[in-house]
């Protein structure tokens, strides 16, 4: 489990699958390389950014579905996986990414 502080935190789970919480503050989740199974317990919308940089996608080009009965939300960028719990498929935006 890796947890942020009542700061803004910048957190990377790197390699392998991890569970993830920024608490207070604006939070930036990183994934790079080949990351795993990933989940993001707490992501915020107005305040965190899931940073997705480097790897050429785009927010119309991202794979989300409805997961556990529709209280959370799955993205799939190839074998690696990024559970939003508790946030709905239909409130992501294109400005809770960072492509760049």
Same mark, same amino acid.
């Given at each position: 489990?890796l947890r942020g502080a009542a700061g803004n935190d910048v957190l990377n789970g790197g390699f392998g699958n991890d569970t993830m919480s @920024? !608490?207070?503050? =604006?939070?930036?989740? =990183? $994934?790079? @390389?080949?990351?795993?199974?990933? =989940?993001?317990?707490?992501?915020? +919308?107005?305040? %965190?950014?899931?940073? #997705?940089? @480097?790897?050429? #996608?785009?927010? *119309?080009?991202? %794979? +989300?579905?409805?997961?556990? !009965?529709? #209280? %959370? +939300?799955?993205?799939?960028? !190839?074998?690696?996986?990024?559970?939003?719990?508790?946030?709905?498929?239909?409130?992501?935006?294109? *400005?809770?990414?960072? $492509?760049?």
């Open positions: 489990m @920024g !608490g207070a503050g =604006v939070d930036r989740f =990183v $994934f790079s @390389g080949a990351f795993g199974r990933d =989940v993001i317990s707490d992501f915020r +919308t107005g305040a %965190d950014i899931i940073d #997705l940089s @480097g790897r050429g #996608l785009s927010f *119309n080009a991202l %794979d +989300t579905r409805q997961a556990n !009965g529709g #209280l %959370d +939300t799955l993205i799939v960028i !190839g074998n690696n996986r990024i559970l939003l719990e508790g946030f709905e498929e239909n409130d992501l935006r294109g *400005n809770m990414f960072d $492509f760049i």
